[in-house]
């Protein structure tokens, strides 16, 4: 089994930034992939970005340039920069893990808030 804890999630205004955390703990394999999910009310559940334990990372293309994910292997966590919020932003975002015939787990999300 495998927790993930988040933090990091709140209001900020449009043009801020945001930093969230996750970080995770268990039967964590060293070869796996965390990712950030973000959805926003009345809307499926979409990709923010992706990161392996090797260090690749994907991005919705639609956020490149603004978001970037990072991670700590060493600590097992994994960070989500937001920087030049906007309203369409506001979603529960959450934190994914999954390791090839380990199972696949969730965060139970944070909600971020982006308002002024």
């Known amino acids: 089994q495998v927790q993930l804890v988040e933090s990091g999630g709140g209001l900020v205004q449009p043009g801020g930034s945001l930093r969230l955390s996750c970080a995770a703990s268990?039967?964590?394999?060293?070869?796996?992939?965390m990712a950030w999910y973000r959805q926003a009310p009345g809307k499926q559940r979409e990709l923010v970005a992706t990161m392996t334990s090797g260090g690749s990372t994907n991005y919705a293309d639609s956020l490149k340039g603004r978001f970037t994910i990072s991670r700590d292997n060493a600590k097992n966590t994994v960070y989500l920069q937001m920087n030049s919020l906007k309203p369409e932003d506001t979603a529960v975002y959450y934190c994914?893990?999954?390791?090839?015939?380990?199972?696949?787990?969730w965060g139970q999300g944070t909600q971020v808030t982006v308002s002024s």
């Open positions: 994914f893990y999954t390791a090839n015939s380990r199972g696949s787990y």
């Open positions: 268990g039967n964590i394999f060293r070869i796996n992939t």
